[in-house]
């Protein structure tokens, strides 16, 4: 049914299997998109990992088809980026329609000057594929393919995993342990951790389609379509000329029925016409959560990504937010793996992805109320905000049909230095993602150091700069200094994930070094 | 911060009052809920003030 052809990764007897037990510095557990980032961020730091996964291939079905900037420019590090962008859909701009009229268009980068587009549409196998590949390839970190994980015992310094292979049985060690193993994690309920939240009882079905007529790159959203005029539908582009099409279908549905071919084609074909031909790629019916652990970090387990929270698919915050987690878990737990900074680093992890899941949450919950209103006032200013939109530009602003991922807000983390000096009028402040722009011959995002970053505006020589920072001078009179909302001396200190943890007017390293020590949990200044 | 103004604001009060009623005539309870939904989204974008619509809605919920 599908034109991807899944390839097997090869099945390694463990050496565990034969008595020879070493405890591993960090364990992983999930191949999905989420473990292997992590993998290779912690093995860029020098911390090797063992992830395993209880299958031997990539994700089955498109799933997570919105990469956005922001992963992007993590995975870049591991120079599979371009490849994504190169086999993916680049995408910047949406239509949204009331029935059969276009009634409004957004840009989601509404400005030049970044290396990376807001987003590229790109299968979920496609992306663990090229992840899996940069994993084999890294000598610290060892997939371990159908090694499905069937116990876990939490201890105070190390956590003992037992997994289940065709071999047989083993006993795993780790000092940490990485539950990346989605929304059902076998390891939450193994520990038996709740998982609250609200569940939505609206069913969708996605068919994912080859078809031969080449389509516009945008993302289309409609409301009542004439093909589906009861519902929503929002059709994406994939790479390999496939479609997402998904229609939403009520809380009465029978998913059963709805998955047959017979009844996606008739759906298709009121869509696209009867002329039009296709190949089913994957068909699926989904309803869906939006739910949060109470705390990301039990002990020595930590949960990531689905695991560790669950949103509506509006928005594409799902596997970007994974992204998300691990590139703030990755350079905290290298630290204090590493005994170059506290345990309780770790805490701001939970305390700022929770923060980020809560945003998340927020904003995919307002999409989906909009996109399926449960109650009829809900439904009667849904479409007061769509009967309106052609005429009047600020309801078009109203129309919620996901809004799409962008870094999230990490306000008030006890790593970040507020901001002392009053002037700032724009830039990004401390809890706020850095901004990429036109360095040079290049890109800010390509001059950044593994470790913290030091961007410092008008000194060529910023003469040696506290350890653990990068010293990144900006000089000339580019888009980076608007960004930035710089003069000369401005100063900014960048945490390894690229969000900012402190910024100053003038460059004095005695604050940056405190700051450092602020974002590293060595002190609480 | 603007607060919810309490005093007539109006002109023609019983002009403006009775268009508004007027206006729902003949509507059915659905026609005027959507009706009612338009208006208040017209009305709520030219206020503008946070503030005002927020006390509004705990002012209209209290009654």
Not at chain 1, 91 to 98: D, N
Not at chain 1, 347 to 361: G, L, T
Not at chain 2, 22 to 29: E, F, N, P, Y
Request: charged share 25%; net charge negative.
């Amino acid at each position: 049914m599908s034109s991807y052809q899944y390839r097997r990764y090869p099945y390694r007897r463990a050496a565990e299997l034969d008595g020879t037990a070493v405890r591993r510095p960090v364990v992983i557990v999930g191949a999905g998109m989420a473990g292997p980032t992590l993998a290779l961020e912690l093995a860029a730091r020098g911390v090797p990992s063992v992830v395993l996964d209880e299958d031997d291939t990539v994700s089955i079905g498109s799933r997570s088809i919105c990469q956005a900037k922001h992963s992007l420019e993590v995975w870049d590090r591991f120079g599979i980026s371009q490849r994504m962008v190169d086999k993916g859909i680049t995408w910047e701009q949406g239509e949204v329609y009331l029935r059969d009229r276009a009634i409004y268009r957004f840009n989601l980068q509404p400005e030049p000057g970044h290396k990376f587009p807001a987003f590229v549409n790109l299968q979920q196998y496609y992306v663990e594929e090229f992840l899996y590949e940069r994993c084999l390839a890294e000598p610290a970190i060892e997939m371990r393919f159908r090694n499905k994980v069937v116990g876990v015992a939490p201890h105070a310094d190390h956590v003992v995993v037992e997994v289940e292979t065709p071999d047989g049985r083993y006993t795993l060690e780790a000092q940490w342990l990485v539950a990346c193993d989605g929304v059902r994690s076998p390891v939450r309920h193994m520990l038996g951790l709740p998982f609250e939240g609200e569940v939505f009882h609206d069913q969708f079905l996605i068919a994912d389609i080859r078809l031969l007529d080449e389509l516009p790159k945008e993302r289309r959203f409609w409301f009542y379509p004439p093909f589906h005029p009861t519902n929503s539908v929002l059709l994406h582009r994939q790479a390999d000329n496939v479609l997402r099409v998904d229609f939403q279908l009520g809380r009465e549905a029978d998913a059963e029925e709805e998955k047959k071919t017979e009844n996606v084609d008739r759906r298709l074909c009121l869509m696209f016409g009867p002329e039009a031909r296709w190949e089913h790629e994957w068909t699926s019916v989904y309803t869906f959560t939006c739910r949060m652990m109470q705390r990301f970090v039990h002990g020595r387990v930590i949960f990531a990504g689905d695991a560790a929270h669950v949103v509506s698919p509006f928005g594409a915050r799902g596997g970007n937010g994974a992204i998300a987690d691990v590139d703030n878990l990755a350079w905290k737990l290298a630290l204090v793996v590493a005994g170059t900074a506290p345990e309780a680093l770790l805490d701001s992890y939970c305390s700022e992805r929770r923060a980020a899941a809560r945003e998340n949450i927020l904003n995919s919950t307002r999409s989906t109320d909009f996109i399926t209103p449960k109650f009829p006032a809900s439904r009667a200013f849904r479409d007061a905000t769509l009967t309106l939109a052609p005429d009047f530009p600020f309801a078009r602003a109203l129309i919620n049909s996901g809004r799409l991922s962008v870094p999230t807000q990490q306000l008030e983390s006890p790593l970040d230095t507020p901001d002392s000096d009053g002037d700032w009028v724009g830039g990004p402040g401390p809890g706020r993602a850095m901004l990429d722009a036109p360095v040079g011959n290049g890109w800010l995002i390509d001059r950044l150091g593994r470790d913290f970053s030091l961007l410092t505006f008008g000194k060529d020589d910023v003469g040696t700069v506290p350890s653990g920072a990068t010293a990144v001078p900006i000089t000339g009179n580019g888009l980076a200094w608007q960004r930035y909302d710089s003069r000369p001396g401005t100063t900014y200190l960048i945490r390894p994930d690229r969000y900012v943890a402190g910024r100053w007017r003038t460059y004095d390293p005695a604050a940056v070094s405190a700051a450092l020590d602020r974002a590293t949990g060595r002190s609480h200044a | 911060m603007t607060a919810l103004r309490r005093t007539l604001n109006l002109a023609r009060p019983d002009d403006v009052y009775n268009a508004i009623v007027d206006a729902h005539k003949g509507l059915s309870d659905e026609q005027c809920r959507d009706f009612d939904a338009r208006l208040i989204l017209l009305l709520v974008n030219h206020i503008g003030d946070e503030a005002v619509i927020r006390e509004a809605l705990k002012e209209a919920a209290a009654t």
